[in-house]
């Protein structure tokens, strides 16, 4: 048995360099150049990376992320609208819908995300409230009460400068989080091509966002692009591999080509180094002389690296971090009836690979 244990822990500091080397590699954040950035687990919310997240930002197309839901919700997609003149003379691009034009609402909300077409957004906006500024206070007041975000005012569907034009970069991948639920969206989001019959413009429509179509990215679900002068280059992107899923959104940066870079090097980052981890429902916790349960079952985001501790006060307050004391999540437990603890939920991840924790711990002592 003694030479067993020299053999294991010759093992573990033979092994050590090159783990700690291969850690430290693979989980440092990416530097960006965009103003503002943020990503997040599309399920958890969980936030992975933020950069002036919560800074006041103008979105340009980004918007219609945001009109296209608000549609879909509350607008029959099989109910007929009528092009204005002014839907048919806005500027920006277009898909070229012709005053007077009878177009299904889904058809517009499809102009509007693959090839966005601030004419369908104008279209839209009539259609649903009767006027571009109707329609703002109506999205204004839908974001707020229906997704929960406070920091965005919406002046217009499709993100054509306005200074009272603003959101956030958290803000931002919440509306995206709250779309990407629906199935609707998703399918038009996540579209590459799609033939195009209107009254003057035959064509197909090819999504912009570069990562779907030009430059391929492992994963890709959906992208929105954005410009205007004001706002520099904007990117939404959605991207899926095995069981994690995620959302980057990056603002403000004078060229397009850096506006993709720091978006694949966010993803990159992010499939390297977290993963999704659940607790099941009715998992008992100790918090001082009470014992606790889950009441439903946790979900969260995970660095794959870094063991993690879950931790419980006297009041049931399960606090899960990592080892260095960032808190991934915080959750609210039911108190048991019994005072006396059962068989609890260890603090360290029932999932934590064992060799890893081990080294983790040898480093720390």
Do not use: C
């Amino acid at each position: 048995m003694k030479k067993l244990f020299i053999l294991i822990i010759s093992i573990l500091v033979s092994s050590l360099p090159m783990v700690t080397a291969q850690a430290a590699q693979s989980s440092e954040p990416p530097s960006i150049t965009s103003e503002a950035a943020i990503m997040i687990d599309a399920e958890t919310g969980d936030v992975l990376f933020a950069k002036n997240a919560h800074a006041s930002m103008y979105p340009a197309s980004l918007t219609k992320i945001a009109t296209a839901i608000y549609a879909i919700e509350n607008g029959d997609l099989d109910s007929i609208a009528t092009v204005s003149k002014k839907a048919r003379n806005i500027e920006g691009t277009r898909v070229y819908l012709a005053k007077g034009e009878k177009v299904t609402l889904k058809k517009l909300i499809q102009g509007l995300l693959i090839n966005s077409g601030n004419d369908a957004g104008v279209a839209i906006a009539e259609h649903l409230s009767g006027s571009v500024a109707s329609f703002a206070k109506d999205l204004n007041n839908y974001l707020e009460e229906k997704i929960g975000v406070w920091d965005t005012n919406f002046e217009n569907p499709h993100g054509l400068f306005n200074p009272n034009h603003v959101t956030t970069a958290a803000d931002l991948a919440q509306i995206t989080k709250y779309a990407m639920q629906n199935e609707t969206f998703r399918e038009i989001f996540g579209t590459v091509a799609l033939e195009w019959h209107g009254e003057s413009w035959d064509t197909t429509l090819l999504t912009h966002h570069k990562l779907m179509r030009q430059m391929p990215y492992v994963g890709i679900t959906g992208g929105k692009t954005g410009f205007v002068d004001q706002s520099g280059f904007t990117l939404a992107t959605t991207a899926e591999r095995e069981n994690l899923s995620l959302i980057v959104i990056t603002l403000k940066t004078n060229f397009q080509a850096k506006a993709y870079d720091d978006t694949k090097h966010l993803l990159d980052y992010g499939f390297a180094n977290f993963t999704r981890a659940t607790i099941p429902k009715a998992t008992p916790f100790n918090g001082g002389i009470h014992q606790y349960n889950t009441s439903e079952k946790i979900t969260y985001t995970r660095p794959l690296h870094v063991p993690i501790r879950k931790e419980v006060d006297k009041n049931g307050l399960l606090k899960i971090s990592n080892m260095n004391g960032d808190v991934i999540k915080h959750y609210q437990l039911k108190r048991a009836n019994s005072e006396i603890p059962a068989k609890v939920m260890p603090e360290n991840d029932v999932n934590e690979n064992t060799v890893l924790t081990a080294i983790y711990h040898f480093l720390l002592l």
